[in-house]
């Protein structure tokens, strides 16, 4: 439900903004329309080429706001056979761990060439952490956990690389990101609660293919997947004490929606 009511909140704010694109232009809000294919070089002069139609804007910097859903999908946070007093582990994802969380950033990208724009942005994560997870054993009894929510925060720079426009205005692009993002301690709950994880700064790397659309002279909406790394916490001291061993680092697929207002 919360993710629900972010990607409407990200829906209605886009085509608020591209509203006030409309009514900021010269143009007015009614006679404006999609310029095909073919008009590029004549009723629109390339000042008022939008992006998304095979032009982009060199030196532009555009506001870019994200809002999206993200799903561990490889990675473990509990290894197996750790020895933790009478219990010994079994191996446990981040993916059994954690239900799918959703995503959203904010910043800054800029056009450095016709079809490459350079991106900062800053971003939020989490993901509710579940219950009933099996997490060991004790002879034949499976002992269930329950993991605190997985909340992080942080930054990244990235590369996006357009590979051309189709007669629609639709533009394909491949990117990449990397960063650091600080994710908040993990609590796991058996008989006891126990700190798992400490709380501490991690990098990131991603990749992603999208495809963007333009809705106005100053505004598009793109439509993004891929895959991201984030490395691994450190073990919180008690824990280790306990008997487990390293976290790993995790892999998850997230699916956002973006959108650009150009200024």
Partial sequence: MKLNRLLCAAGALSLAATGCAYQGSSYGHNSWSAPTYSSYGTSYGASYRPAGYGVQHIGATRLELEVGAEEFIDGDIIQAGNAVGPMTTTQTGYSDAFKRGYRVSAGLARDVRPNTTVLARGFYKEAEGETGVPVGTIGAVTVNGQFSDYKSYGAELGL?????????????????????EYIDDITLTTAAPIALNEAGWVPTASGTAGIEMPVSRTASLALESGIRWSGSQDRAAAATAAGYTDDGSKLSVPVTLRGSFRF
Avoid: D, I, K, W
């Fill in 160 to 180: 996006r690389q357009y590979v051309g426009a189709g007669r629609s205005g639709l533009r394909p692009y491949l990117g990449a990101t990397v960063g650091a």
